[in-house]
């Protein structure tokens, strides 16, 4: 059986959309990728609406918190994926990954809780099938 690939998904305060990304990723195509993300300048918590709505749809792990970069740069990533332009722009040299990406989705942090539903149809719309065509 192959090993899962490993997948970092990139913002920068690592509370909303890479956190709804690495959810969805592991969700969706947890058979053959194992999803992590982190913050450029992580903000140390997970947006409550963020949370919400990926416990609603059974996506949520107890897991999953907010997380500095420094704690994964020693992982050996198959794929980095920014996702925000200000972490394109600041993202570190990761020795160890073989390929970085970036999709940048606006974040939906102070807005309409229904613009949180959107960012995560487009995660899944635009990201996933990246994904699934890299690694599964």
């Given amino acids: 059986m192959n090993k899962k690939k490993k997948v970092l998904i990139l913002c920068t305060g690592n509370s909303c959309r ?3 990304a690495e959810a969805l990723i592991n969700a969706k195509l947890g058979a053959c990728v194992e999803a992590q993300s982190s913050g450029v300048k992580a903000s140390g918590t997970v947006n409550p ?4 709505l990926l416990e609603s749809k059974g996506y949520w792990r107890e897991g999953y918190h907010s997380k ?10 198959d ?3 920014t ?11 990761f020795p160890k990954a073989i390929k970085t990406i970036h999709i940048g989705f606006d ?3 102070g807005k309409d809780v229904s613009e949180y539903e959107k960012t995560l149809d487009l995660i899944e719309t635009e ?6 065509k890299e690694f599964c």
């Fill in 18 to 20: 890479s956190i709804m």
């Fill in 49 to 52: 609406h963020a949370k919400a």
């Fill in 68 to 77: 500095v970069i420094e704690s994964v740069l020693d992982t050996a990533f």
């Fill in 79 to 81: 794929l980095v994926v």
């Fill in 83 to 93: 996702v925000c332009d200000h972490a394109k722009e600041t993202c570190p040299m």
């Fill in 107 to 109: 974040d939906p942090s």
């Fill in 127 to 132: 990201l996933l099938p990246i994904i699934k």
